[in-house]
């Protein structure tokens, strides 16, 4: 099915994203235009969040008190655990209310990659005190990048010795060059055995490749959302590409 209307906002919801992002470049401040930009991704995403679903930005927390460290975006669920806002849109987040982590850099670099695979390791020493909730995926999003000689995921497998079983994103997001998702799935559980893969999304142009993240999101909060009795996904009312991503990378191991 394809729905004009909400076809048709989308499109224009991208182009108005996609256009922020270039005016923010002549703000002569890398701080603000990494502020800017951080905040237009969360306002483009927000139209299509759920009821009871937001965005926002500052640590995650665990009962613990382990914290990890600032998260450019953060998609949480309000019907969970309350978190505690010091600013609008910033604040500390308990674990078992965060659904995404996000990653947002003007320029993907070496050393900011390196940078967000620690900092995302860290996330993930938190400990939920729930089973069904604090399962956070994270993304690493950049709208551009200085590699030339290789791809954006090649250089990711280099710095992330845990690529492939448990890696510190769920999803890289580089405009006009890649967008590249993680899975994961149980072989046989008892004798502890895995397949993990990384499929590469053939896309057409930066417009196909916000809306494959918005579709994902979408169809993530969909599937926490049946937990809690609650709406389908609205990525029904999109149109389906019909991308068969490729499979670039896929292991089995185990543990014990």
């Known amino acids: ?55 926002g930005k500052g640590k995650i927390i665990d009962s613990s008190g382990t914290i990890s460290p600032e998260i450019d975006l953060i998609i ?38 390196l940078k967000s695979v620690e900092n995302f390791h860290q996330l993930k020493t938190l400990k939920s005190t729930s089973k069904r909730f604090g399962n ?53 559980k008892e004798k502890k055995q895995w397949k993990s893969s990384w499929h590469k999304f053939d896309v057409t142009n930066n417009k196909y490749y916000i809306k494959g993240l918005l579709m994902g999101i979408l169809n993530t909060i969909a599937s926490e959302n049946s937990k809690l009795s609650a709406a389908p996904s609205l990525s029904s009312y999109f149109e389906d590409e019909e991308k068969v991503p490729e499979i670039i990378f896929e292991k089995e191991y185990k543990f014990g």
């Open 76 to 113: 949480y669920n309000k019907t969970n655990l309350s978190p505690r806002m010091y600013r609008d849109k910033e604040g500390i987040f308990p674990i078992e209310c965060v659904l995404y982590a996000f990653e947002i850099k003007s320029t993907s670099s070496k050393a900011n990659l």
């Open 1 to 55: 099915m394809n729905n004009k209307i909400y076809e048709e906002y989308l499109k224009l919801d991208i182009e108005i994203l996609l256009a922020e992002s270039e005016i923010a470049k002549y703000v002569e401040h890398s701080g603000m235009t990494g502020t800017i930009r951080e905040f237009g991704i969360g306002k483009f995403l927000e139209k299509y969040l759920p009821e009871n679903w937001n965005f």
């Open 136 to 188: 956070i995926r994270c993304v690493y999003f950049a709208y551009s990048t200085d590699i030339t000689e290789k791809t954006e995921i090649d250089r990711y497998f280099e710095l992330d010795e845990k690529h492939y079983w448990n890696p510190a994103f769920n999803v890289l997001c580089i405009l006009d060059r890649g967008y590249w998702v993680y899975y994961n799935e149980t072989l046989d």
